[in-house]
Each structure stands twice: as C-alpha cells, then as structure tokens.
C-alpha cells in the first residue's frame, strides 16, 4: 500500500514524490509538508510510534504546533493514501 518516504532509489525521485502532496498544502489541509506528514501520522492510529527528524527549536515548535491542530479530515487522508499508493 504505497512505499515509505526515503524509499526512492535516488533524492530527486524522492523529491518528485513529495511534491505529489503539495495539492493537500494547496487546498489548504496543511500548511507544509512536515505539517502535513506530522499530522498524517496523529491522524493514523496503525502507527504506533513514529521518528521525526527535528534539528532547530523551530522545528520542534513547527511539530508540536501541527499535533495541536489534530488529525487531518478523512478527505486529506483518502488523497494521502491514494497519492501513496501510486509510488
């Protein structure tokens, strides 16, 4: 059911495969990709831990922020999990 992200065989074709998921961030279901991932996975309760990469206290307020916001709308999960299943 879809690859994970960093499975790509190359960094531009991982790069190609997360701008697939800038239409969520244009349709307003996030305000970036880590905001988006982060709230993906709050929003899937099959995951029971998750590693984030987080180098900056900006960073780690960025994740804390988009835990606030909670799970994203059964609409942002179907596109995610339609976009993952085609890479």
């Known amino acids: 059911d879809g690859a994970p992200i960093g499975s790509a065989p190359d960094c531009e074709t991982e790069a190609a495969n997360a701008r697939r998921y800038m239409t969520l961030i244009d349709e307003g279901h996030a305000t970036n990709l880590a905001e ?5 996975a709050v929003s899937t309760p099959e995951l029971d831990t998750t590693e984030i990469g987080i180098a ?4 780690l307020q960025g ?9 994203l709308s ?6 995610i999990d339609r976009i993952r299943a085609t890479i």
């Open 36 to 40: 988006l991932a982060i709230r993906y």
């Open 56 to 59: 900056t206290i900006e960073e």
């Open 63 to 71: 994740a804390a922020a988009a835990v606030e916001k909670g799970p």
């Open 74 to 79: 059964p609409k942002a999960i179907a596109e």
